[in-house]
């Protein structure tokens, strides 16, 4: 049940990563180097200023831990091997920065082998005595998470918004769910059962199985979602204000299914507004997510006698 921000992988991280870091050192001393012609000799940019040189991958998610350092590792092999072949093409394109900093730059990393990865290529790159390395000169791998405020400026920025999307949520995680949470299982279960719509025992057991898809690909996006801080402030905020005035909804009258329907809507259309940042998607996602929280958890009630 993993969830990730669509965008982090290929060559739309590279692109995602020029521009954070355009954004944190400045469009004036962060130089990108173009790889249409015969590559990027192992650099995406540097910072003349910082003797800071970068290259960006992003691996397809998801993936486990040890297949996300392998990953890694790979990149960063090949591409400091280039760093140093390629001596003739980056003495021209350097001069007369010296490079203190190689740095992969990645979505995120979480094995520690990937760093003592990078403590060897550091050594070899010493050893090539390149014209263009500095004597502290370091191979580093860097994150997105320590730039987090030029990728939050660049995200309320963005016409886009941000789009995260989950791993598909499974028979098994499904199950795990329903054996420690039997209560809330029949508090849905009874809601359930006054949907008009749903006319068999079937139908309405294929609907409980769909609230809890909601949930749990919900809880996932609203997860990573916390490494944006100010984006999931709001999403909490909107989601937090709504349900207060749940109680009333039931009250009003209408049918379960109109009811239901109603607040989706209301809610979706609340988080696009609220949270800007968003793309529409993923407010759709934690539209259905907060809506399936509330059957499950009780704040969203329907009247006990539904019309036809």
């Given at each position: ?18 521009q954070i ?6 469009p ?18 540097f910072c ?28 960063m ?9 390629n ?5 021209k ?30 050594a ?18 860097c ?11 660049l995200?309320?920025a ?15 995680d ?7 949470n ?13 949907l ?20 749990l ?18 999403v909490?905020a ?28 209301e ?19 934690l ?14 009630d329907?009247p006990e006698v539904?019309?036809?």
């Open positions: 049940m993993a969830a990730y921000v669509a965008r982090l992988s290929g060559d739309d991280w590279q692109a995602w990563a020029n870091l355009s954004c944190h050192y400045g004036a001393d962060y130089q990108t180097i173009p790889d249409k012609d015969r590559g990027d000799a192992g650099l995406e940019g003349p200023s910082k003797g800071h040189a970068y290259q960006a991958y992003g691996c397809e998610e998801p993936v486990s831990v040890q297949e996300r350092y392998e990953k890694q590792r790979g990149k092999t090949t591409d400091i091997g280039k760093f140093i072949a001596a003739p093409i980056l003495s394109l350097l001069a007369p920065t010296k490079i203190r900093r190689w740095i992969l730059f990645v979505p995120q990393f979480d094995s520690k082998e990937i760093v003592a990865h990078a403590s060897k290529k550091t070899e790159v010493l050893a090539a005595n390149l014209p263009y390395v500095a004597d502290d000169f370091r191979v580093m791998v994150q997105e998470d320590e730039f987090a405020i030029e990728r939050d400026k995200i309320s963005s016409t886009k918004g941000l789009q995260i999307k989950s791993a598909a949520i499974t028979a098994a499904l199950a795990q769910w329903t054996s420690t039997d209560v809330l299982l029949e508090a849905l279960e009874r809601k359930v059962a006054r008009p719509t749903l006319t068999s025992d079937a139908q309405r057991a294929t609907f409980v199985q769909q609230v809890l898809t909601w949930y690909d919900g809880q996932a996006v609203l997860d990573r979602l916390r490494g944006y801080p100010q984006v999931y402030e709001k909490v909107t989601k937090s204000h709504r349900e207060a005035f749940l109680a009333m909804t039931a009250m009003q009258g209408g049918k379960s299914n109109e009811i239901l329907m109603a607040t989706l809507k809610l979706r259309d609340t988080l696009e507004r609220e949270a800007k940042e968003l793309h529409n998607f993923s407010a759709e996602q539209a259905y997510e907060a809506v399936a929280d509330w059957l499950i958890r009780c704040p969203l329907f539904a019309s036809v």
